[in-house]
C-alpha cells in the first residue's frame, strides 16, 4: 500500500516533470525552425537583392524595392493568416510561410524589375499576397478538397512556378512596346554583387528547403539539397561553354541556383544520387534557358522578363514538381498535376490582373535607372 | 518489499537520467544561444563595418577600425568580467554580453568616424568598455539598488542611446573647428556596400534582441523585431520621399534599422501591432533625423556626427525606452526614467572625457583618408 | 502484486517515452550541427570565394573556381565515404567532415589561383580529394595504427597545413618560369570584396573549429576560437604598422585570420588566456610572412603562392600543431609529430604529383585574367 503511494507519487511527479520538459523541447525546436527562418530572411534580403543588383545604373533601385517588398510581404502575410480561415500555427511557422510568401513575390519582381516606380513594389506586393495564399489555400491546405496531397516540401510548385509565372504575366500586361526596345545593361563590377547574392541564396537553400521537415527529416533533406546544388553547378559550367564557347559569369550566378529550385518538391523524398541528377538536369535546363532562349526571345518579344525568372524558377520548378512522379513512392499523381495546373492558372490570371492594376498608377520617365527617383544618383 | 526496492531502484535510475539529460538540454540551450550570439558577430563585423564603408576614401579605414574595435572590446569585455565584482553567467552569455558592450562601441565610433588615426581606435575601445561596463552594473544590474527594475531587453537604452551619446560626447571634445568644415564625400559604388551592411544588420536584429530571452519567448520576442523592421523600413521610404522628393539611399541603408533600435526596450513585451507602430514611428522619426536635422546640423556644427548615429541610435534608442512606459504592463516607471537618465550623464561624462584623453594622442594629417595611413590606398 | 505489475507498467511506458524522447534528443543536436555546417559553407563559398577576389581582372574566374571546386569536393569526399572502408556516421557528420576537405581544397587552390585554366579545377578537386582522404584515414582516423591520437580538432594540421603544402607542391610542379615573372595586380575596389570574405570567415570560424566538438564542450571552444581571432587580429595590424610603416590592408583581410588556423589544434584544450597568445603569435608570424617573406619571395622565386597560402595556413598551421604540446595535457607528444610528418610527406607528394597531372591539360593564354575564359569580361 505504502509502496503503491509512492509509486504514485513517483509517476506523478514524473509526469509533471515530463510536462515541462515537453514544453522545453518544443520550445528548442521552435528556436531551431527560428535558426531557419533567419537563414531565409538572408537569402531574401541579401540573396535575391544583390543577385538584382546586375541591372547597371538601377542597383539603388533594386534593393530598395527588395527591403520594401519583403517589408510589405511579411506583416501582410501573418495578419491574413489570423483571419482566422486558415488553422492556428506557432508564430515562428508563421513567420516561415511568410518568408515563403515573399520569396515568391520577389522572383514575381524580378521579371519586371526596372519598369516600375518604387511605391509600384508596394502595390506589387499588397496584390500579391492574397493571391499567393489563395494559391496555398487550394493547393496546399486543399481547403475546397479538390487536389488532394500534393508533394512540394521546398516550393518548387507553389513558390518558384507560381512566382515565376505571375511575374511574367504581369510583365506581359504592363510592358509597353517601347520599353521593350530598350536593352538591360550589366557591368562587371556588378557581376560580383550578383555572385555574392546568389552564393547566399546558394549557401542557405537547404534552410529553404527544410524549414518545415520535422526534426529528424532534416538531415537527409538538407544534404539532398546541397547535393543537387553541387550537380547544377557542375552542369551550369559545362553547358555554359558547351553552348556559348565561353562561360557567361549571369550563368553561373543564375542556373547554378536551379538544383535547389528543382529539387524543392522532392527534398525530402530522394536519395542522394537522384538528388544529383535532378540537380544536374536543372542546371542544364536553366543554362540552355539563359543562353538559347532567352537570346531568342530578346530577338522576338525583345525584353519581358528582367532577371529571367523563367529559366530560373519557371522551367527549373515545374520540372521538379513533375520529378516527383519519378522519385516519390505512392504519389498521389493526379494531385500533383492538379496542383501544377491550378498553380499555372491562378499565377496567370492574377498576374495579367495585377499588371494592369499596376499600370494605372503611371510609368517611370526612364526605365531601368535609378536617376528619376534617387538623389545622389550615379 | 520487492517492489518497493525496484521502485526505488526505478526511481534512482530515472533520477541519474535526468540528471545527465537536464545537463545535455542546458548544454543544448546553450548551443543554442551560440547560434545567436554568430548571428551578433555578423552584424558587428560585416553590419556595422560594411554600413561605415560608405565614406569615401575612407573605407580601409572603417573596416580596419571594425576589425580592431570589436577586437579589443570582446576579451576586454570578458576579462573584466571576470575580476569577481559581477555575477557568474555561462561562458556564451558572457561572450553575448561582451558583444552587446561592442556595439555599442561601433555605435559611439560611428559618431567620430573619419577623424582620429587608426590606433586612436583602441585606445578608443580599451577607454570605452569600462564606462559600458558601469553603466551596466548601475543600470541593469542595479548593483547600487538606486535604478529598479529597468526593461530593456533588447538594449534600446543601455546599448544604443548610450553608445550614441558617449560618441557625440567624445566628437565634442575632440573634433577641431577646422575638421568642421571639411565636408564627408560618399559615392555610389560604396552605397551598395552600406546597403550591404545594412541588411546584414536588418536580417540578424532579431538575435541581437532575443540574444538572452528565455527559450519559450523567442518566438515572439523574434516577431516583433521583424514586424518593427517592416514598419520602419516602409516608414523610411514613405518619409524620405515626402520630406526630400527623391529618395536617398542612406535614409534607407540608416533608418530602415530605427525599428530594430526602437523595439529593443520592449520586444518580449509588446504585440505584434504595438510592434508595428513602434517600427513605424521611429523610422519617421530617424528620417527627419537624417533629412532635415543633419541638414541643419550641417549649417550650424558643421559635420560632428559622421555616421549620423544620434539619428539612428540616439533618437530611436530613447524613444524605445520611453516607449515602455506604454507597452510594458506593471513597469517600474520611475526606474525606467532614472535608468535613462543615468544612461544619458555618464555616456556625456565618459565621451567628453574620453574624447579629451584620446585627443591627446594627435591627429591625422588628412581626416576622412585612407591615404596617410595604407599603403596602395587609391 | 498489484503494485508491481503497475510499477512494471509505468517503467516500461516511462522506457518508451525516453526512448523516442531520446531519438528527438539525438536529432536536435544533428540540426546544431546542421546549423553549424551551414556557418562553414558560408565559409567557403563567400568566404574563400571573396578572399580570393583581391586579384584584378580575375574576379570572376576565382569565384567560379570556388563555386566548382566546392561542388566537385562535397559529393565526391561524400560518395568515397560510402564505399565501405569508413566508419559510418550520420548524414550531417559526413557533410561536415566534406566540408573540411573542400576548405583545404580550396587553400590548395589559393596557391596556384589565376595559373590554369577554369575546367583545371575542376580536375584539381577530382584529384585532391582521394589524398586528402588518404591522410585523414592516416593521421585522423589512425586506420594503419601507426600514428596514434594526434590533437587537430579544428584542423590546423589535416586541414590548413595539407592544403597549404599541396598547393605550394602543385604550383612548384606546374608554373612556369614565364609565368613566374608576371606580377600579381590587386586594386582597391577589390580590396572591400577581399575584407568582406576575411570576415566572413571571422565570424564564422569558431562554427568550423566546434562542428564536431561534443554539445558540452561547444561553448568553451567558441569562446577560444573568437578570443584567438581578436588576438590575431590586433596582433596582425601591430606587426603591419611596425614592419611597413604603413597598414597593407592585405594583411588584415589575411593574417587577422591566422588564430582561426593556429587555435585548431587545441581549440577545446586550451584556456582562454593561451587561445589569446596562440592567436596573437599567430598573427604576427602570419604578418611577418605577408610583409618580409613574401616580398623577398618575389625577388627570388617570383609569384609561386598567388594568395599567400603559406603565410596564411602553411606556417599557422604547423606553429597551431606544435602549440599542442605545450597546451594539451598528455598528449601524445610522438603522434603529434609523426602526424606532421605524415601529412607533410603526403602534401608534397601528392602536389607534385597533381601539379603535374594538371599541366598535362594545357595552359591559359593569359594568366591572372577573365579575359580568355568569359565572356563580357572587363
Known amino acids: 500500500m505504502v509502496s503503491f503511494a509512492v509509486l504514485s507519487l513517483c509517476c506523478s511527479v514524473k509526469l509533471f516533470a515530463e510536462h515541462s520538459e515537453s514544453g522545453t523541447m518544443s520550445s528548442i525546436l521552435q528556436v531551431q525552425q527560428y535558426d531557419r527562418a533567419i537563414h531565409i530572411m538572408a537569402m531574401l534580403l541579401i540573396g535575391f537583392g544583390f543577385l538584382m543588383v546586375f541591372v547597371r545604373k538601377y542597383g539603388r533601385s533594386a534593393l530598395t524595392a527588395t527591403f520594401l517588398l519583403v517589408s510589405v510581404a511579411l506583416p501582410l502575410y501573418m495578419a491574413i493568416k489570423q483571419l482566422g480561415i486558415f488553422e492556428e500555427k506557432g508564430e515562428i511557422e508563421q513567420l516561415i510561410f511568410a518568408e515563403f ?148 559569369i549571369a550563368d553561373i550566378a543564375n542556373a547554378a541556383l536551379a538544383g535547389g529550385v528543382a529539387i524543392g518538391a522532392t527534398c525530402d523524398f530522394a536519395s542522394h544520387g537522384q538528388a544529383m541528377i535532378i540537380g544536374a538536369i536543372a542546371g542544364i535546363i536553366s543554362t540552355v534557358g539563359f543562353a538559347i532562349l532567352q537570346e531568342k526571345q530578346q530577338k522576338f518579344h525583345k525584353i519581358i522578363d528582367t532577371c529571367g525568372v523563367s529559366n530560373l524558377h519557371g522551367i527549373p520548378g515545374i520540372f521538379g514538381g513533375l520529378a516527383a512522379i519519378v522519385v516519390v513512392d505512392g504519389l498521389d499523381i493526379p494531385a500533383q498535376l492538379k496542383g501544377i495546373a491550378i498553380t499555372a492558372a491562378i499565377a496567370i490570371i492574377a498576374g495579367l490582373l495585377v499588371g494592369k492594376l499596376i499600370s494605372l498608377f503611371g510609368k517611370p520617365t526612364e526605365i531601368y535607372d535609378d536617376f528619376a527617383e534617387f538623389i545622389d544618383a550615379e
Chains 1, 2, 3 share one sequence.
Open 101 to 248: 510568401g515573399a520569396a515568391s513575390l520577389l522572383i514575381a519582381a524580378g521579371a519586371i524589375l526596372g519598369r516600375i516606380k518604387i511605391f509600384q513594389y508596394l502595390i506589387l506586393g499588397l496584390l500579391f499576397i492574397p493571391f499567393y495564399l489563395l494559391n496555398e489555400l487550394i493547393v496546399i491546405d486543399d481547403y475546397f478538397h479538390i487536389v488532394g496531397k500534393v508533394a512540394d516540401t521546398g516550393g518548387s510548385i507553389v513558390i518558384h512556378f507560381f512566382g515565376a509565372l505571375f511575374g511574367i504575366a504581369a510583365a506581359v500586361s504592363l510592358t509597353s512596346k517601347k520599353d521593350m526596345e530598350i536593352p538591360i545593361q550589366s557591368d562587371a563590377t556588378t557581376d560580383k554583387y550578383s555572385i555574392l547574392g546568389s552564393m547566399v541564396l546558394w549557401v542557405f537553400w537547404p534552410s529553404f528547403c527544410a524549414a518545415l521537415v520535422p526534426v529528424e527529416a532534416i538531415p537527409h533533406t538538407v544534404v539532398n539539397v546541397f547535393i543537387a546544388l553541387c550537380g547544377s553547378t557542375i552542369a551550369t559550367y559545362v553547358a555554359s561553354i558547351a553552348i556559348r564557347k565561353k562561360v557567361s
